[in-house]
């Protein structure tokens, strides 16, 4: 199918898209693609870049048009010239709004407007806009039915299996097809799981030094503790390529595959490693549907099943490669995460990528060099809930806790002031107010000195998004915060349907997300269907020239849309640049932030005071 980039659900030129909670009112201002040469114009003082503009819910229509991030950014949101009547001539260099063709006073708050979408701001270069609420994609039930009907004309099935020899047969198959076919798709996906959910999980598998009593003197191998030295390069730089959200077995996830590995071929096995590999790969979690065995082979190890004629496989970096489970691999108790796809990642010799030289023992570990640790935590385990879909209330399994303790050395007397770097399947904070998982941010919380900065890297939500730094208050009654810089890096697997404005950007502290779309516009059932692009993150860590040097670079990347309306791996498009140190007391700094896409939404808030606006900027870096 062909693509082309497309607009957000009701999205016009003329139009404002606005959302209001108990808090704030949100403002969504997007520059028009068409007109997207202008982001570059010397006329506008900042790139006119799609905004996210939140204002406290008291916000009147004076403060509204004293922001001068809004009327900036409105200036430039349409081309739309206004009739020049009489009285909106004499208004012509002063922007105001009009409700029902009568002039407002601007002392009224905007949410004491009965009906906004009569609502009119006219702007002081003599524009036009409207209003309209935010709202996302709702696929009926009808829409679902068709789509589901045409896959039977384009993919036909015989005794419930694709036929080997219809001449329609793709295999990755595109991401629609895969959510909404009822044979491979939802349906089947409602029956595995009622097949394979009741029963024991499987069991928590712990490393060898946690499984025998301390030893004075002993030696413990990388394998045995789960604390892996990072390997790289002759002059200490190491990359890794990290994925989220990516065993969805779609032709979105093989070419992120081949993406990550810099368009290496990954149709067969991989053999021997070649210099432009990364070092190492890295999955957040989740296999879909449910994480069977079956799923993770024709997912993640590149078997065939019978149903298709080949199978995606997940990417192995020079020297190794390593998983956390999600909450889909626990749907099936997790038999197919630890029996099947653990034992072909982990450790491995560069000439031989075939098998690993030591598999990866349990879905928790740390990898470290003299300036960082990452420590991969398996929030999967406890999302598994018998009676429920997930468990929200996620805590740290005591055996991991232990491990953290007391092999990692984690405490809040802790004397190791190397970065720390946490990745987790599931969020800790939220802009569009997912379920909230609280517990074990407070048990890692436990475990540092207060006020130790910390990045933190999840998934679980299927898109890209970046928050300030902040402190999330726990309640540990020694009164312990965590302090961390947040990023969601979900967008591996397939895409996401175009979402409503994120309601929550302003308690959670928003910054960027990426909002472009693009939808499928030779579709005859779903021509306007919005869906975001699918990415990946790349991490390269330096030795510093001094102690609080930049010792590490993540770029964050999607695929591409090429001239033929196709996605490629080719040519990835570079959202943000960012650089990392870590501080003489173990703190990460943030010491650039630099945007890359033109296209990326940016968030602003305001807050008001003694009667006037300020924007609250970023503290947290350099934004270039």
Known sequence: MIRSRCLRPQQSFNSIEYCIDDSKISFLLSPSLLNSRRCS??????????ALITFPSNVTLNQILAEKEFTALISGHSTLPVENKDDIQQQQNKAHFEYQDKTLDGNVQFTSIASVQDLVLFT???????FHESKGVQLKPTIIDAYSESLIHRIPSENGYRPKTSPYLVYPNESLDLLFDTLDGKLNYLTKYLQSHFGERHEFTTYEIQKQPPSEGKQWNEWETGIYRMHGDSDGTVNIALASDWGAGTLEAALVASAMMNGLDLTTQQQQATPDLPHYTIHLGDI????LPAEVEHCCLGIKPDWAERGVRWPIGQNGSLTIPGNHELYSRGFGYWDYFLPAVGLFNSNDLTQPTQSQKTSYWVLENDQWRIIGLDTGY???????????????????MDWLKTVVGLSPQMTDKRGLIFFSHHQIISAWNEKPNTD?????????PEGRTVLWLWGHEHRLSFYEKQSMATSIESGQSLTFYGRC????????????????????????YDDRLYNFHDNQVLPNIPL?????ATMKFIRPNKPD???LHISYKTLNLNRDGQLTYENPNILVNEEWSVDSNGNVILIKLEPMNKELTQVTHTDGNQDELTVNQSSCCTLL
């Open 124 to 130: 002081d270069n003599n524009i036009e806009l409207k």
């Open 288 to 291: 879909y549907y449910v994480g």
């Open 489 to 512: 890096v979900g967008n591996s697997g397939f895409p996401t349907l175009a979402k409503e404005l994120p309601i929550k950007s302003r308690e959670t502290k928003l910054l960027f």
């Open 549 to 551: 040097d930049t010792s």
């Open 440 to 448: 074990f941010p407070e048990q890692i919380a436990s475990l540092l």
């Open 382 to 400: 406890d999302s598994f809930s018998l009676l429920t879909i997930d468990n929200f209330a996620i805590k740290l399994p005591h055996e991991l």
């Open 41 to 50: 114009s010397t006329e506008h003082p900042r790139p006119l870049c799609p």
């Open 532 to 536: 975001g692009f699918n990415g990946y």
